[in-house]
């Protein structure tokens, strides 16, 4: 049986020869910059970064913000302050230092790295002829990682030749194709700095997915090089390629991905990391009843204010969320799995499903806006009572085409009902102003039945509040809960349903299912899994995994150091 990840933290000894970093210089496209889950792998992991590695790691994040105060960045000179005195940067770029606003308050450089637009093609010509780089068809967002990257690199540079770093162990650890070419870039003018590249989920890989292909049946046979030609993919694929084959430690955060990497981009990963995660983030027991008790009465009145019903206190709350990635994220199969929901006919408790995904929102319905702040009582609908917020594509949205298509109208009669939010909970959305977090500890249950998910965050922090969760083993963490000898419901508190390319019936059917099972525990049941999803969360905190991380720098290091010899 293959040793689950927990296992291998108890059987791997770092040895006694193992190279550890004196600085670790990390950039990312979500540094300070909330998008997706890189973001919380970064923010969650800094705290132990830093108890191991105390200032001496530095974070790298794009200035999008410039002018505006961020909500993440605490501006503060001091902490950089001998390097940003004498700091040259070429091309006119210009920093910002401090610390980011999260547990273990790393410090961070945030780079402006417009000026470098006007200076791409000879970013792209160097990429060409030191790597093979083909950005010829680039489009869409390629220039303004490129320019992040190239800037992200030439910050490392400097910093590495203020603290002569030619005579210290360092490490430039950068994540995601959006990153790529601040590798090779480093990899070229500064071979004495460990190259790190982790990818959180190959752009191939999602791509085949999203595009409705089979990834899984056919992987063996996918060429990458092909498939970037087919997908119109060919220089996000190409320059992640060339950052995984010469990067001095390549990574990736689960076994499936591992071997997508392997297939794809022609390198197996030195190390599997899988992420994980702090509880800082999670309420403590004294403080969860009353921050429950909040996000109920506020989900509840939304789903009242919409559709004129007033739901049962004890209503059964379930939802999924995640970046608006229909098909991989496994979108499609939650909604039709509620539409199967509504068809149970013994159902003994009220069911409301929450889509919490950001789409292309504009603003909150000014019609549910005065009904929540109005005193008065309603018993009839709001037209169209599924959605909260004005979305630009209403017309053409998947989401709100497959409710309507399944007929999931939110009828006071049906005792199942789906509700879809499609702003990012940041705490600012118009309606619910609560943070996804405050607005996670109000559930019973969640589901994430992913068709393309490296790792899988959203279950995670699902068992982190206590809270039960069902995914599927496409995912990361779905491998991981399996690898446990126990691994049911009832002993995690994650269900994990075995999808493949061509079950998805079978799948959305077994996900109506499990929760409607749920919705009918008693307390003392329901307790006892809530019970098994908080333990096993702690199985996955960051103060377990960093090991693998302490691995591939050992490896990047290593390496580096042939090269000086």
């Not at 600085?23 to 540094?31: G, N, T």
């Not at 102003?433 to 992913?450: E, R």
């Not at 307790?527 to 702690?538: C, E, G, R």
Request: hydrophobic share 40%; proline share 5%; charged share 20%.
């Amino acid at each position: 049986m293959r040793l689950n990840y927990i296992q291998l933290i108890i059987t791997y000894n770092m040895p006694q020869s193992q190279l550890r970093p004196d600085y670790i210089f990390e950039a990312s496209w979500e540094v300070c910059n909330l998008v997706g889950g890189i973001y919380t792998v970064l923010s969650t992991k800094a705290k132990t970064l830093q108890k191991n590695y105390k200032d001496k790691v530095v974070f790298i994040g794009p200035d999008v913000w410039k002018e505006k105060p961020s909500p993440y960045f605490i501006e503060d000179n001091k902490v950089t302050k001998g390097w940003l005195e004498q700091a040259q940067l070429p091309y006119g770029l210009k920093v910002r230092t401090g610390r980011w606003d999260i547990p273990g308050t790393p410090i961070v450089i945030l780079v402006d790295f417009t000026p470098l637009y006007n200076h791409k093609n000879e970013l792209y010509k160097l990429m060409w002829d030191l790597y093979g780089v083909d950005s010829m068809p680039a489009y869409g967002d390629y220039d303004e990682a490129s320019a992040f990257a190239w800037a992200s690199a030439l910050v490392i540079e400097n910093y590495y030749l203020y603290i002569n770093g030619k005579e210290k162990n360092v490490v430039a650890h950068f994540n995601e194709w959006t990153t790529a070419m601040g590798l090779l870039y480093l990899k070229h003018f500064q071979p004495g700095i460990a190259t790190l590249f982790t990818t959180h989920a190959t752009s191939m890989g999602r791509s085949i997915a999203g595009n409705n292909k089979p990834l899984y049946n056919y992987l063996a046979g996918y060429n990458g090089d092909q498939m970037a030609q087919e997908l119109n993919m060919v220089s996000k694929h190409s320059v992640e390629k060339r950052a995984a084959i010469h990067a001095d430690s390549f990574t990736t955060v689960s076994d499936i991905t591992a071997r997508e990497c392997t297939q794809l981009l022609e390198r197996k990963p030195d190390v599997v990391t899988p992420n994980g995660f702090e509880r800082n983030f999670v309420p403590t027991k004294k403080d969860m009843p009353a921050k429950r008790k909040v996000a109920r009465e506020k989900l509840l009145d939304i789903v009242y204010n919409l559709t004129g019903h007033k739901p049962s206190d004890d209503a059964f709350l379930v939802a999924t969320s995640g970046r608006y990635e229909y098909r991989n994220k496994g979108i499609d199969l939650y909604i039709d799995a509620v539409a199967r929901m509504a068809q149970h006919r013994d159902l003994n408790r009220e069911i409301i499903a929450f889509v919490l995904t950001p789409g292309w929102v504009d603003t909150p319905r000014v019609d549910l806006m005065q009904r929540m702040t109005q005193s008065e009582s309603f018993d009839t609908p709001l037209s169209d009572p599924i959605i909260t917020h004005h979305i630009h594509n209403y017309d053409s949205d998947n989401i709100v085409n497959q409710i309507h298509w399944l007929g999931l109208n939110n009828h006071p009669d049906c005792f199942v009902k789906i509700v879809f939010i499609p702003s990012y909970l940041t705490g600012s959305d118009g309606l619910l102003n609560m943070p996804y977090y405050d607005i996670l500890v109000g559930m019973d249950a969640t589901a994430f039945p992913s068709y393309y998910e490296p790792w899988g965050y959203t279950p995670l922090e699902s068992v982190a509040f206590g809270i039960p969760t069902v995914t599927t083993q496409l995912s990361g963490f779905g491998q991981w809960v399996t690898g446990h000898d126990a691994s049911t419901l009832k002993a995690t508190g994650v269900e994990v349903l075995r999808r493949y390319d061509d079950n998805f019936t079978a799948v959305s059917q077994q996900l109506a299912d499990t929760i409607v099972a749920l919705s009918k525990l008693s307390p003392k049941e329901k307790s006892a899994i809530d019970k098994a999803a908080s333990q096993l969360a702690a199985e996955a905190e960051w103060k377990n995994f960093i090991v693998y991380y302490q691995q591939a720098f050992d490896i990047a290091l290593q390496r580096a150091q042939e090269r000086k010899q």
